[in-house]
């Protein structure tokens, strides 16, 4: 995905109230944009980061420019948590993405068979049947190349899991949870388990029980998401669980 128009170059004076961010543009003149990221944004939110934003070119918004990117250290990272839907729907519609190939039809935003809520997306095929995929856009980097989802406890991506393990079971359907890599220092992904624990038990459980879960990464650069391949996800290494 090209960003059009083109990425803006700012500087992040703080990000506040969740869905806001004021930066400072290159001339030093201040603007407020939407931050499109409910997550803690953790190590990317810190003032005085290099950030790009998005045009929108519509005045009929409240905040015309949208945050994108942050510059993490020496990293890119894209804190557009619907990119990550965005840019894997359309890799999946255009076979880059192997284990999700194959498909008839793909739609989004799919109610949860027997639940409340939606998953991301439904994959349908005659011969292949039903597929649910849950996508999580992965933005919290740590050491050695490893980055981990959740960037902070969350009720939703518990349920969303808690969600996938009970329709594989009830349906005998394939279900899948896609951490959706957005920063392109990150080279293994893994469950944030010092910050939530339970999202990591859930994680293995199901895997246990069938859900199949897959990192792909989206290279994030201040021109474009690229759909760059898949990495290796694993569980911390006291507890590893095969996912062929």
Not at 32 to 37: Q, S, T, V
Request: aromatic letters at 6%; proline letters at 7%.
């Amino acid at each position: 995905m090209i960003y059009s128009p083109p990425l803006i170059e700012a500087r992040l004076v703080r990000r506040h109230k969740r869905f806001l961010a004021d930066v400072e543009l290159a001339d030093g003149s201040p603007l407020r944009a939407h931050c499109p990221n409910t997550g803690a944004m953790t190590g990317c939110s810190e003032p005085g980061s290099r950030v790009w934003l998005w045009d929108s070119g519509n005045e009929r918004r409240k905040y015309r420019h949208t945050l994108e990117l942050v510059a993490a250290g020496d990293h890119w990272v894209c804190v557009n948590t619907a990119r990550a839907n965005q840019v894997m729907a359309a890799a999946i519609e255009d076979g880059q993405i192997p284990p999700l190939a194959g498909y008839e039809s793909l739609k989004r935003e799919p109610a949860i068979p027997g639940g409340k809520g939606r998953f991301d997306l439904l994959l349908s095929d005659a011969a292949k049947g039903d597929c649910y995929v849950e996508l999580k856009s992965l933005t919290l980097g740590l050491a050695d190349g490893y980055g981990a989802f959740p960037d902070a406890p969350s009720e939703r991506a518990l349920k969303h899991v808690a969600e996938l393990r009970r329709v594989r079971s009830e349906l005998q359907c394939r279900t899948v949870l896609m951490f959706c890599v957005m920063h392109n220092g990150v080279r293994i992904a893994t469950t944030a388990d010092a910050i939530q624990p339970a999202y990591g038990e859930q994680v293995r459980q199901a895997m246990a029980e069938g859900v199949k879960v897959y990192a792909w990464r989206c290279l994030p650069t201040p021109q474009a998401l690229i759909v760059d391949g898949r990495l290796p996800f694993v569980s911390p290494p006291s507890r590893q669980v095969k996912n062929p």
